[in-house]
């Protein structure tokens, strides 16, 4: 194990802080699709992310049925822990899943603005929710080099 890598618990709490999430997922002789998600997380739980049903994402997901996700600290000292594992594709609640991101990236007033706005994009019957577990961590914590 490198000095710099994170322990269990160091990675867990990192995860569960706010970060913009990237999710890699396989594309038959493609490259992976690559994009930037909103999620939440909860230390010895799964990566959640809601996203539209009918959505690439989800057609490239149910296809692979795993998922990579990464996120990161974009400024010295660097830090990022990256997941990968299966998928599950479920109904998201509503307060859970997408009220609750909304306002945890965007702050109360902003999250409420955005709900209001996308009222018609972010319904339960035109999302679901990805979740990601876990099977493998990778991490760096560039703080640890002194």
Same mark, same amino acid.
């Given at each position: ?9 160091? =990675?867990? #709490?990192?995860? &569960?802080?706010? %970060? ?5 997922? *396989?594309?038959?002789?493609? !490259? ?15 990566? =959640?992310? #809601?996203?539209? &049903?009918?959505? %690439? ?5 149910? *296809?692979?049925?795993?998922? !990579? ?78």
């Amino acid at each position: 194990m490198s000095p710099v890598t994170m322990s269990r618990t160091e =990675r867990e #709490a990192f995860l &569960a802080d706010t %970060h913009v999430g990237i999710v890699s997922i *396989a594309h038959a002789g493609r !490259g992976p699709l690559t994009v930037p998600v909103w999620y939440r997380y909860e230390p010895g739980g799964a990566v =959640r992310f #809601a996203t539209g &049903a009918t959505s %690439h994402k989800i057609r490239l997901l149910r *296809a692979a049925g795993r998922a !990579g996700f990464c996120v990161q600290n974009e400024t010295a000292p660097y830090q990022y822990v990256s997941v990968e594992g299966a998928v599950t594709i479920g109904k998201p609640d509503p307060e859970r899943d997408i009220r609750e991101i909304a306002i945890r990236y965007l702050g109360r007033e902003q999250g409420e603005a955005y709900l209001k706005m996308m009222a018609a994009e972010l319904t339960p019957d035109a999302n679901v929710v990805v979740i990601l577990q876990p099977e493998r961590w990778y991490s760096a914590d560039y703080r640890k080099t002194g």
